[in-house]
């Protein structure tokens, strides 16, 4: 990912947030011809609070789906997470000329990736996943010993890995490029338009109050 310089965060803090609060990616590989892309879950192991080089993440995905078999090896391979986005219209500046956009924010990932190919460790991760998301909830599910048992059922049909992060770009592109305005005017209109996103405003607010 090239990153532009106006559209850091100025707090690398932002972009292992984003990760943490986003916890589904693009996972790419691409070892014996053209990149293969799978969407999955990926969620962080461990990490800094400032960034996630040294870090570990740990993901599962479908057995059925052949591009696990890349991972043999520990190859090198890329996550993408993606924030909030939205379309900014032309028309919000009030100002003429003006130009519409689209603001949004990514976090790249690269790292090497094992397979985790015991089933207790499996488990784990699904439990992980499960137990990461459910926490954002405001009354988190709890699985009962029958569920449990249903997850274990299921393992022989999921491939679970572990990303060891060696490298992280990443892009805010929030309106920077706009006086305090401006920046003004898009966030409203994320919060109150036509086309409410309100996580998008209020990762305007929190990146560049």
Same mark, same amino acid.
């Given at each position: 990912?090239?990153?532009?310089?106006?559209?850091?965060?100025?707090?690398?803090?932002?972009?292992?947030?984003? @990760? *943490?609060?986003?916890?589904?990616?693009?996972?790419?590989?691409?070892?014996?011809?053209?990149? @293969?892309?799978?969407?999955? !879950?990926?969620?962080?192991?461990?990490?800094?609070?400032?960034?996630?080089?040294?870090?570990?993440?740990?993901?599962?995905?479908?057995?059925?789906?052949?591009? &696990?078999?890349?991972?043999?090896?520990? !190859?090198? $391979?890329?996550? $993408?997470? %993606?924030?909030?986005?939205?379309? @900014?219209?032309?028309?919000?500046?009030?100002?003429?000329?003006?130009?519409?956009? &689209?603001?949004?924010?990514?976090?790249?990932?690269?790292?090497?990736?094992?397979? $985790?190919?015991? !089933?207790?460790?499996?488990?784990?991760?699904?439990?992980?996943?499960?137990?990461?998301?459910?926490?954002?909830?405001?009354?988190? &599910?709890?699985? %009962?010993?029958?569920?449990?048992? *249903?997850?274990?059922?299921?393992? %022989?049909?999921?491939?679970?890995?572990?990303?060891?992060?060696?490298?992280?770009?990443?892009?805010?592109?929030?309106?920077?490029?706009?006086?305090?305005?401006?920046?003004?005017?898009? *966030?409203?209109?994320?919060?109150?338009?036509?086309?409410?996103?309100?996580?998008?405003?209020?990762?305007?607010? *929190?990146?560049?109050?």
């Amino acid at each position: 990912m090239f990153e532009f310089p106006r559209f850091g965060t100025g707090d690398p803090r932002h972009a292992v947030a984003l @990760v *943490r609060e986003n916890p589904f990616a693009l996972v790419v590989s691409a070892v014996h011809g053209p990149p @293969v892309a799978t969407h999955a !879950p990926v969620l962080v192991e461990s990490a800094a609070d400032d960034t996630l080089v040294g870090g570990t993440l740990l993901g599962h995905m479908a057995r059925v789906n052949p591009q &696990w078999r890349d991972f043999v090896g520990s !190859p090198e $391979i890329l996550l $993408i997470f %993606s924030g909030p986005h939205g379309y @900014v219209s032309a028309s919000v500046y009030q100002a003429d000329p003006a130009v519409p956009t &689209w603001n949004y924010a990514a976090v790249h990932v690269t790292g090497t990736v094992e397979l $985790i190919t015991d !089933p207790d460790g499996t488990l784990d991760v699904v439990e992980q996943t499960v137990a990461t998301v459910e926490s954002t909830r405001p009354q988190p &599910w709890q699985p %009962s010993a029958r569920s449990r048992e *249903r997850f274990v059922s299921l393992l %022989s049909g999921v491939t679970a890995f572990r990303v060891r992060v060696t490298r992280q770009h990443s892009l805010f592109k929030l309106s920077q490029d706009g006086d305090g305005d401006r920046r003004r005017r898009v *966030r409203e209109e994320f919060r109150t338009g036509p086309h409410p996103n309100a996580a998008l405003a209020e990762l305007m607010e *929190r990146v560049d109050p």
